[in-house]
Each structure stands twice: as C-alpha cells, then as structure tokens.
C-alpha cells in the first residue's frame, strides 16, 4: 500500500508540488502522467525517501517514509536514468542492493537467481553492464529493485528510450509483478503505456493532481469516441458513441476519420493541450461532458 | 549502521578491485617520478633532518599520496553522484548518511594505504633506510582518514564535475606543495611556517617522517590529526544529510 497525504515542496521560488495525495492499493498499478516539470519525479523522490518534502505524509505498507528511515525497506525504484555500475557484473550489481538492504548471503543469492531467471537475465548474471543492450539494463534495474520484495515499487520512465518490442517485454514483465501483489506506481511519457498497464491513472499539472480515475472512466469523460480532421486543421471532437461521431464527420468538408478516443486524447484534454470543435452541424453536439473538461479551451 | 557502511565499502572495493592495475600504476607514476627527479639526483648530495634527502623525501611522499589517493574519493563519488546516479541508489535504500560517509571513508583510506604502501615498495626497491612501524601507518591511515571524510564533505558540496575540480586545484594541490612534502617547514620564514602549520598535510606529513626516522612523535600532531579528522568525517554526515533536504 502506498499513501501520500497533502505532499507540498517548494524549490526556491518554485512550488514544485502544492499539495499531492493519492493511494496505491497492494496489486494496483498507478499510472502518474503529467507534462515536464509537473513535479512527477518530484513525488518519485519524496516517496522514494530521496527528498523530503516541505510538509505532507509519505507512507509505504503502512509505515512513514519520513520518520521511520527503514521503511525504505519496504520501497523498490526503478529510477528514469541507468544507474547501474556499468563496470560491474549483473549479478554483482544485485548483490550490491541486497546488501545495502540487509539481506544475508543465502537470501542475496536466492532472490539474485530467482529475479535474473523471472526477467530472462539468468545467462547474462556474470556479464558486465555495460556489455548488454539497453532493454537488458532496464531488466537489471527491475530485478534488482525487488530483491528485497518491496510492498511498493516506484517506475519513473521504466521504458524511456527503448524500441516498440522491448517496451512490451517490459510491459509484460510489469503486468506479472502486478500479479504477485506489488504496489506499482508509474511515471511515464507513453500515454498509451499508463493506457494498457494502469489500474488507475493521474493527471498531474504544474504540482497538482486534476483527475485519477481508471483510464476507461477518464476516456468516456470526455466522449468514447473521437472525430480527428486529419489535416490536423482543427481539433479532435468527442461523442458519446460512435453514431454521433460519424454523424459530425460526415457534414465535415472531408479528412474527418472516427476513432475510439484514446487515454492520449483524454490527457491532452486535462492538460489544455487539445480543445474541442464547436459541432458545425444541427443536432450534432459533441459530448457535453467533454466541453466541461476541454475548460474553455478553443 | 556498520552493515550498510560494509555494504558501501564492499562496492568501492569491487571497482577497485577491477580497476587495480590502472590504479597502482596510477599510484606508482608520481611517487616514482619525485623518486627520480628530487630523491635521486638530490638525494646523494644534500642531507636533511640527519637523513638522507630521499630518506626525507619517502615520509613526505607517503604523506601526500595517501591524501591524493584518499582524496580521489571526491571524483568518484561524484561520478556515482551526477553521471551514474549511483548515488540515489545509496540514499533510497536504509542505509543512512552516517553509514554511507564510514563507507565510503574507510574506502579513501583503503587506497590511501595501497598508495602508501606502494611508496613503501618503491623505497625499498631504491635501498632508502627507513622504518615503517605501525606509528608510520598509523600516520598514513590518519592522514588519510581526514583527506577521505574531506572528500565526502566536498562531494556533497559542490555541484558539478568542473566545481570539483576548482576545489582540488585551490585546495588540494598547494597543499601538496606546501605540506612538508619537499621540504622541511622549519626553514621557512615564521610568518610562512605558521601559515603553513595549520594544513593538516604539514602535521601528517610531520608525523610520518618522525615514524619513519624511529624518532618520537609529539601526542599533539596525533591529536590534530585525530580531531580535524573527526570533524570533517561529521560535517561530512551532515552535508550528507542535507543533500536529501
């Protein structure tokens, strides 16, 4: 279980966040999606146990983050850059963790071996980092964050800069840790990531979290389905169903296609980013909900 | 505490480890060429302290290797930091700031006695007489200790790659020039000897040479020794700490 409870940090003059909360239940995957300096990495680090924040609480399977240093413990990260020790083996790198979370010799080589073998590296424990591709350290990087079998696991960017079909291995390694009871809370600039892995998803703007909902519910806010102008001329409108959309595609001039509306299409709305056209046919309105959403944008 | 500390120390010993033969050459280049240069060509002539220069020169050398090599700590601590992010890894994980510095201190003076015993074996390999008790490595490991939690302190401080290097060369080097490497600090002028009194290069630097001439060493060069190294191994705790605020 993960907790935050009114986070609030500043930088100098920054307010970075303005007062965060939100929870994580055991098996849950929570997908925190917001533009550059919204203050994502910000959160990572405080519920990391790597900043502290200017007031609020940080909790992990119960216990505070802030005032009780062990219940790192009960934390695993995956951080957004390699930070491995690229001179050293993969097996040395995840002895390295346990070590550093206490763990004895025994438990150190068991769980070395069982998490190298559930993320495909068994073969690859004595090579050198810097030897393997950058999908592979990515695959290190989440063994080693659950050697210690954290209650909590923290993925900032776990797939950033990595090809189309390693991204879907990793995925599919994320939705098995799901599985096994882990906390996941994900950081990602892959809308369509957070769409096809997340249990629920935030939006976060400059330090505030506007909406968490299941992607579902944040999509049909703003209309289940989309009529995007192709041209790129104006912007996408969002229905209710699928009917109206065509029936508004169909009075445009041409270039209109309908399409499901996406969680990308959802966030870009939350984010003022995308705005609605106004329905230039009788009857043909888009979704009232998403006008509310789309706040007045034009 | 001590865990985590070992847990620290395990993994600079690794990278030592793997990087040895770089390192001991690295350790062997300077030294040796002082040896040449300094030790040999003025050594034969000139006679310090009752000694011969490169029989004075050896204790210096050590003095300012092992702070050289303690010191590095600096540098790597900042690649971990600012290009591997090594560093979060450390401060997201139980161990706190107080074993983090011992790991990485008792690493800076690690190398700080591989470096001095390197200089040692360059020594004998020159037939240059002197004595390395357990007074000239207590000398060495002190001196060490304190350039060690210096470089963890200045890690924390600065920044940038480049600001560390600033440091070393405002702070570090003259140090090494002026430290009763070379030369003895009684010569000098009262006003230069005081200045250069307070480095604490000077009183290691000092002690070993004592040590190593089997000549009794004054309890106070222990004491500052001791004390400025215990005081930076704390400011080091806390600029540690502070890094997460």
Redesign the interface.
């Given at each position: 279980m993960i907790a935050a409870s009114d986070l609030r940090k500043s930088y100098k003059d920054h307010l970075a966040l303005k007062g965060v909360s939100f929870s994580v239940a055991p098996g849950e995957l929570y997908a925190y999606l917001g533009p550059n300096g919204a203050g994502k990495t910000t959160t990572i680090r405080i519920m990391?146990?790597?900043?502290?924040p200017d007031s609020g609480l940080a909790l992990v399977a119960g216990r505070d983050l802030l005032r009780d240093?062990?219940a790192?413990?009960c934390?695993g990260?995956v951080?957004q850059?390699?930070?491995?020790?690229?001179?050293?083996s993969v097996a040395?790198n995840c002895d390295?963790?346990g070590?550093?979370?206490?763990l004895s010799r025994q438990r150190r080589r068991e769980k070395t071996a069982e998490w190298l073998a559930r993320v495909g590296l068994t073969d690859r424990a004595a090579s050198p980092v810097k030897t393997l591709s950058g999908g592979l350290r990515r695959r290190v990087m989440i063994a080693r964050a659950l050697l210690h079998e954290p209650a909590a696991l923290f993925l900032d960017e776990p797939t950033v800069g990595l090809d189309a079909d390693i991204r879907r291995q990793i995925w599919a390694l994320i939705k098995d840790l799901q599985s096994s009871g882990v906390a996941i809370f994900l950081t990602t600039h892959y809308i369509e990531e957070a769409e096809a892995l997340a249990d629920r998803v935030a939006f976060l703007k400059d330090g505030l979290i506007t909406a968490t909902d299941t992607p579902k519910n944040l999509i049909d806010v703003i209309g289940a389905w989309a009529a995007v102008d192709l041209t790129g001329k104006s912007p996408a409108a969002f229905f209710k169903d699928r009917e109206s959309a065509m029936a508004h595609a169909a009075c445009q001039a041409g270039g209109v296609t309908v399409r499901r509306t996406s969680l990308e299409d959802a966030y870009l709305q939350a984010m003022g980013g995308g705005a609605l056209e106004t329905a230039a046919c009788v009857g043909d309105k888009p979704n009232g909900s998403a006008e509310k959403t789309a706040g007045g944008a034009t | 505490m001590i865990q985590g500390a070992l847990a620290v120390y395990y993994r600079e010993m690794l990278l030592m480890r793997r990087r040895s033969l770089r390192l001991l050459a690295g350790m062997a280049v300077s030294p040796l060429l002082y040896f040449v240069t300094f030790g040999q060509a003025v050594g034969h002539s000139a006679q310090l302290d009752g000694v011969s220069y490169a029989a004075f020169l050896l204790p210096g050398l050590v003095a300012m290797s092992s702070m050289m090599q303690a010191y590095s700590m600096a540098s790597e601590i900042n690649i971990a930091r600012f290009y591997f992010r090594i560093f979060d890894e450390f401060m997201a994980s139980p161990v706190g700031p107080a074993a983090y510095v011992l790991g990485e201190v008792l690493a800076g003076v690690t190398r700080g006695l591989v470096a001095s015993a390197v200089i040692v074996a360059i020594g004998m390999a020159f037939g240059i007489g002197f004595q390395a008790g357990a007074l000239f490595w207590l000398g060495a490991g002190l001196n060490a200790f304190f350039f060690a939690s210096l470089a963890v302190a200045m890690a924390m401080i600065v920044r940038t790659h480049q600001d560390q290097a600033i440091l070393t060369n405002f702070i570090i080097t003259p140090m090494a020039f002026l430290g009763g490497t070379f030369f003895p600090v009684e010569k000098l002028p009262g006003w230069a000897a005081a200045v250069i009194g307070l480095l604490p290069l000077t009183h290691a630097s000092r002690a070993i040479r004592l040590a190593s001439q089997e000549r009794p060493v004054p309890d106070g060069e222990w004491g500052l020794l001791v004390v400025a190294g215990f005081l930076c191994f704390m400011l080091a705790i806390y600029l540690t700490r502070r890094v997460q605020d």
């Open positions: 990391t146990g790597l900043t502290r240093p062990k790192k413990a934390v990260m951080a850059t390699i930070n491995l020790d690229m001179e050293l040395e390295i963790h070590r550093l979370f206490g | -």
